[in-house]
């Protein structure tokens, strides 16, 4: 079955940088778009952003716009987030999700048909 596999989360000081990566496993990953959301305790699981199959669209959410990217290496089937300029507010759980609908909004939950375990980003101040 279709496995998405998170890495690189941690804790760091606000201000501070992690990547994350998704490695994808029997899924056909250059015919997905891939996404990024999280859900911080107590919280409704939110968009953070995605990119398209051949990586030319990208979306974010206006929180994270300026400070994270998103890129994805179809050769590696991985997908990876750069996030920058991290505040406390940042903090959650972080999941990577695959999907084949992109439309002309931002991208929602119900776009993505697979999902990953997710990585816990905690921000300190």
């Known amino acids: 079955q279709v496995q998405l596999v998170e890495s690189g989360g941690g804790l760091v000081q606000a201000g501070g940088s992690l990547r994350l990566s998704c490695a994808a496993s029997r899924l056909a990953f250059s015919n997905y778009n891939m996404g990024w959301f999280r859900q911080a305790p107590g919280k409704e699981r939110e968009f953070v952003t995605a990119?398209?199959?051949?990586?030319?669209?990208?979306a974010f959410a206006d929180s994270v716009k300026g400070r994270f990217t998103i890129s994805r290496d179809n050769a590696k089937n991985t997908v990876y987030l750069q996030m920058g300029s991290l505040k406390p507010e940042d903090t959650a759980n972080y999941y990577c999700a695959a999907g084949l609908s992109w439309g002309l909004r931002l991208p929602i939950a119900a776009d993505f048909h697979f999902w990953g375990q997710g990585t816990q980003v905690t921000v300190s101040s």
């Open positions: 990119i398209s199959r051949s990586g030319g669209m990208v």
